[in-house]
Each structure stands twice: as C-alpha cells, then as structure tokens.
C-alpha cells in the first residue's frame, strides 16, 4: 500500500481545497482561477490537472453537475505519481481584474492550488509560483503587490517562476489566501529559531565570561605568589591579606563568590578594588628589578 507523503505545502493546499467560500462570486474567482493556472486546452475542452485528490474534489465541487469524472492516470515523469484530470466547464481565457478584494484573494489561492509551493521552513523561508505562461506569471505579481508585496521573478529551465523571500512577505500572502495553518507552523519554527539563538548566544556569552574570569584569576594568582614572597602577606593590611588568601586558596572562584567567603562578606566590587590594591603593589615591586640594567661577563 501507498503512503501518502505529507509536507508543508500539501497540507496547505489539502486544508485550503476544503474550504469553499460561501459566497457565490468568490467562488466563481476560485473556478476561474483553477481553469486559468490549472487548466490546459485538450480536444476542444478545457481539463485540469492536479496531483492532490483534495483539488480535484475542489474543482468538481466548484463546477457542480457541470463537470465531467475525475479520470486518473499515472505520470512516469513525476515518480509514477496519480494525476487527475477533470473537464472544466471554463473558458480558461485570462479572468477580468477582480473589482473586489475577496475575489483577487480567491484568485490568488487558486494560482497556489494550482502552481504554488511552500518549502519546508527547514530548509529557508519561500514560496514560489511555476505558472504556465507569462502572462500568467504577471498576473500572479499583480495579486502580490496588490497585497503589498513585492514579487520576485525569474526563468528556471525556459518557465517564469514568481517567489518570495522571507518569512514576513510569505505570512502576508499565505493569511491573504486563507492558509492560516500554515502561518501557525511556519511561526512555530521562528519562535523555535529565535529562542535557539537565544540560548546559543546566552551560552556563548557565558562561556567568554567565564574564559576571561579564569584568565584573570591566574594572573591574580600568580601575583599574588609573587608578592607573598617578595613582600610577605604578614604586611599587608588585614583587608588586602585576607583578599590575598582568599584568591590563593579558591583560584577558580569568581569575584563574587570571594566576597561572599570573606569576613564579613563583602560585595564583588569591594572585593575587586582590594585585587586592583594587590595588583597596584606587585607593579612596584616589579618596576625597580624591570628597571635595573642587565650586566655582562667580561
């Protein structure tokens, strides 16, 4: 047995085909513009093709006792895939521009049903339109920038394609023809995008945080060892020797977790201007070996 595989872009086309419209010239912009994108002159009659069964039951259902059976044959070139056939009771010719705004809606969710797709949002936000012609083409560009969307275009093997970049301009056009459904999932994975970058930048910022504590602990350390044999934490004041201890004895500690060790605790800031006291002393006592000049064997 067959399993029907699912996408993005078939789910919102199934969901889409089973909403009719209730009003009556919304539907007739819907059939006109199925026979339109979707249609193609075979013997005198006008047929339309599609590989979802949820458009062909669309098609009928918008044509009524007009239409003709639903004759399915399989497509070598697709995989083997069904492909259903329909006789449309449609002129096929190019609709007049709809007056209404509803109706260049329906217009556009007929173009998606007919030659639209959505990729998967793992793969980067677009939509695209494969028309039939040219002129089909630009009449999808007009219903887009009639939502205030600017289109994209370009020739893939020989045929217009009408696309868009970016979730923003794609969320537009999708609620505009009633694919709510598909917004609800495709703002899903933002909000799953963003609060993974989030956290990546958040552990990313922790991680340098924690890289330069640990680098200026061991440089504390150090001169601190250096001033205890130098100087000798007998003489210093109380403050900066307990400071001094506490540095050596906990060398991964933070500031803050040194503060809170001290007698009484202290704030991380305290604590670091007794470091920066400690840090002040060693630079003296370093400059006058620093400064003494090197003496040669004769």
Same mark, same amino acid.
């Given at each position: ?118 990729? +998967?949002?793992? @793969?980067?936000?677009? /939509? #695209?339109? =494969?028309?039939?012609?040219? *002129?089909?083409?630009? %009449? !999808?560009? $007009? &219903? ?34 009633? +694919?709510?459904? @598909?917004?609800?999932? /495709? #703002?899903? =994975?933002?909000?799953?995008? *963003?609060?993974?970058? %989030? !956290?990546? $930048? &958040? ?49 991964? *500690? ?5 503060? $809170? ?38």
């Amino acid at each position: 047995m067959a399993l029907t595989r699912s996408s993005l872009s078939a789910d919102a086309k199934d969901a889409l085909a089973r909403d009719l419209p209730a009003a009556v010239h919304c539907r007739v912009a819907l059939r006109d513009g199925l026979a339109y994108f979707a249609g193609a002159d075979a013997g005198g009659r006008r047929v339309v093709r599609t590989r979802r069964a949820s458009i062909a039951r669309l098609v009928r259902s918008l044509g009524g006792e007009r239409e003709g059976n639903v004759r399915r044959t399989i497509e070598p070139r697709l995989y083997r895939s069904t492909m259903f056939e329909i006789d449309f009771d449609a002129s096929g010719a190019l609709p007049a521009w709809p007056r209404a705004r509803c109706d260049r809606r329906m217009e556009l969710r007929a173009a998606f049903l007919a030659c639209g797709s959505l990729a +998967a949002p793992q @793969a980067g936000y677009h /939509l #695209e339109f =494969v028309p039939p012609s040219p *002129e089909a083409a630009a %009449r !999808i560009g $007009r &219903l887009i920038r009639a939502e205030g969307i600017e289109p994209r275009s370009m020739l893939r093997k020989g045929r217009p394609v009408t696309y868009l970049k970016g979730l923003d301009a794609i969320v537009v056009v999708l609620s505009a023809i009633g +694919a709510h459904g @598909a917004v609800l999932r /495709l #703002e899903d =994975v933002r909000a799953l995008k *963003e609060t993974k970058n %989030r !956290i990546h $930048r &958040l552990v990313n910022t922790e991680t340098a945080n924690v890289v330069r504590a640990a680098s200026a602990a061991a440089v504390q350390r150090d001169a601190i060892a250096y001033l205890a044999d130098a100087y000798g934490l007998r003489n210093l004041s109380p403050a900066l020797r307990e400071a001094a201890q506490l540095r050596l004895a906990h060398p991964d *500690e933070t500031l803050a977790e040194l503060g $809170r060790r001290a007698l009484p605790p202290v704030g991380k800031a305290t604590l670091n201007g007794r470091i920066v006291a400690l840090m002040r002393l060693v630079r003296r006592l370093r400059e006058p070996r620093e400064q003494e000049p090197r003496t040669h064997p004769a």
